[in-house]
């Protein structure tokens, strides 16, 4: 069945198995019919594959995400691709690389104009409720008036005195579909944690940020169980993201985390995150808190019911480099700062306990979750249909990715500053980067998992190179991408930061 016809089939059993829902509640005598699965998609900030025991982690005990993968699957080679906040929060609502949708920085208003198209959108058509709790970031913020190349501190400040509510997302079409919105767009006070609703109003909780986002959940479900409409909510806390410090901890929890941490043969013996382990511990403490979390939202699922028929996706944004090659955060292509967790539970459907190899990028999740649970995907989306592979029918939808790091500052469009722009490949076993200065590395990621040996500076004529070097002028062909300096972007967005441009042309 060709990718198209299998859509159609899908929708029209969906279509008759919610007919078949309507019709069995006038006739109460008849077994119900299943209905659509349920969506919970969770995904923490900064959270590395390698937190978790079942990624091999060593610093901290992850009992519920373990759980939840022996329950469901496990991709071996989930990838951030474009490992930065907006950038995947991008991928993930339009199927579509950032080159397509426009979304390829951090604080820009991601536009619905140019993404008609987005994952609420498709949900809500097919009948869903639609709901968004945690950090958003996918709208330009306190940053919206402060230039586009140098942070202006008295842009952002006076900005932020006309504008007091600046991480509100009014109702409309910046929410992208969503229609029931606990969010906000960015704030790092984790112990002192507000979002909004549809009026431009801290909202305050006592509850630390991801305890209070997972209590939002649950009251979400506990009143959907009683409208007999199947939702997709979106859960995304911020922790464990910078600042790691004592204040943006969960009470608690520094205590569980040894002084003493493992980290990686890469990272320098005199690296900061090394001598001064503090931080790295202020980490996984709010790692460990988002694993106790998963353990309360698992266990709603199971004394409610809805377990059986509600899917749930454990993924992040990116990972955290931790020292790893000198490097702290984000935005380079080395595997603690791409490798993201990737586990899908649907009990029953999705086999127990399985690991597949299968590559998983953020574009992919809006066709996979349309394709589970039976929804139309748009043309739109540049990602691939995973479904099967979550199902255990297909080994993998993809022999390899690109990936990417547009502008060399999260927030400005700058170009060849602390994280200079680069584009690469993955395939699961190798790495590529090319860097815009034109340097490349190379790595086997199965004999070299830490990447400490660059294989590019070898041999310049390795066939393995010279593939790779042909393969990503497609791959970057197929984005539109013409691997620019980070600085040439700023043409696209106006200087509220709204879109008027992509690869595609004219918004
Ligand atoms: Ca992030």
């Not at 230039?147 to 005195?161: F, L, R, S």
């Amino acid at each position: 069945m060709s990718r198209l016809d299998r859509r159609e089939f899908l929708t029209s059993v969906a279509g008759s198995v919610a007919l078949s829902a309507a019709s069995s509640a006038v006739a109460a005598d008849k077994p119900e019919t299943p209905r659509r699965p349920n969506i919970i998609f969770y995904f923490a900030d900064q959270y590395r594959a390698d937190n978790l025991g079942v990624y091999g982690g060593r610093n901290i005990t992850t009992p519920h995400l373990d759980r939840l993968a022996q329950e469901g699957t496990t991709f071996n080679h989930a990838t951030s691709i474009c490992p930065v906040c907006t950038p995947f929060r991008g991928m993930l609502m339009t199927g579509r690389y950032p080159t397509h949708s426009g979304i390829l920085m951090n604080w820009i208003e991601a536009s619905a104009r140019a993404n008609p198209n987005c994952l609420a959108n498709a949900f809500g058509s097919a009948g869903y409720d639609t709901t968004m709790i945690g950090k958003w970031h996918l709208s330009a913020g306190r940053l919206k008036h402060s230039g586009k190349y140098e942070p202006n501190q008295d842009a952002i400040k006076d900005y932020q005195e006309r504008h007091p509510e600046t991480e509100f997302t009014p109702p409309g079409p910046d929410r992208l579909g969503f229609t029931n919105w606990q969010s906000y767009n960015f704030h790092c006070e984790f112990n002192n944690y507000w979002y909004y609703r549809d009026e431009p109003k801290k909202i305050h909780d006592d509850a630390y940020e991801t305890d209070s986002q997972t209590n939002s959940a649950i009251a979400y479900m506990k009143k959907q169980q009683a409208a007999d409409q199947p939702f997709m909510m979106v859960v995304a806390p911020h922790p464990p993201h910078p600042p790691f410090s004592r204040n943006t901890n969960p009470a608690g929890y520094l205590e569980k985390i040894p002084h003493k941490l493992h980290f990686n043969p890469n990272v320098p013996k005199n690296h900061p995150r090394r001598r001064h382990p503090l931080a790295a511990r202020c980490y996984y403490a709010m790692s460990k808190n988002v694993d106790d979390n998963i353990g309360r939202l698992m266990k709603f699922l199971d004394d409610s019911g809805l377990a059986e028929n509600t899917i749930v996706v454990f993924t992040s944004d990116h990972g955290e480099m931790h020292g790893s090659h000198g490097r702290i955060n984000k935005m380079v292509p080395y595997t603690e700062a791409v490798h993201i967790p990737m586990i899908v539970r649907w009990p029953g459907r999705i086999p127990a306990g399985k690991r597949t190899d299968g590559l998983c990028t953020p574009v992919d999740f809006f066709p996979t979750l349309c394709g589970l649970a039976g929804v139309s995907v748009p043309d739109t989306v540049d990602g691939i249909d995973l479904s099967d592979v979550c199902l255990g029918r297909r080994q993998s939808g993809r022999e390899d990715t690109l990936m990417m790091n547009y502008t060399s500052h999260w927030d400005y469009f700058q170009t060849g500053t602390q994280w200079p722009e680069w584009r690469g490949i993955h395939t699961g076993n190798h790495t590529y980067v090319k860097w815009l200065n034109g340097k490349e590395e190379l790595y086997d990621n199965r004999e070299d998992p830490y990447q400490m040996a660059n294989l590019a500076e070898g041999s310049k004529e390795l066939p393995l190179l010279k593939r790779f070097r042909h393969r990503i002028k497609d791959l970057l062909s197929e984005a539109h991408d013409d691997f620019p300096p980070g600085t040439a972007y700023a043409d696209w967005f106006d200087d509220g930061r709204n879109l008027l441009r992509t690869s595609l042309g004219p918004v």
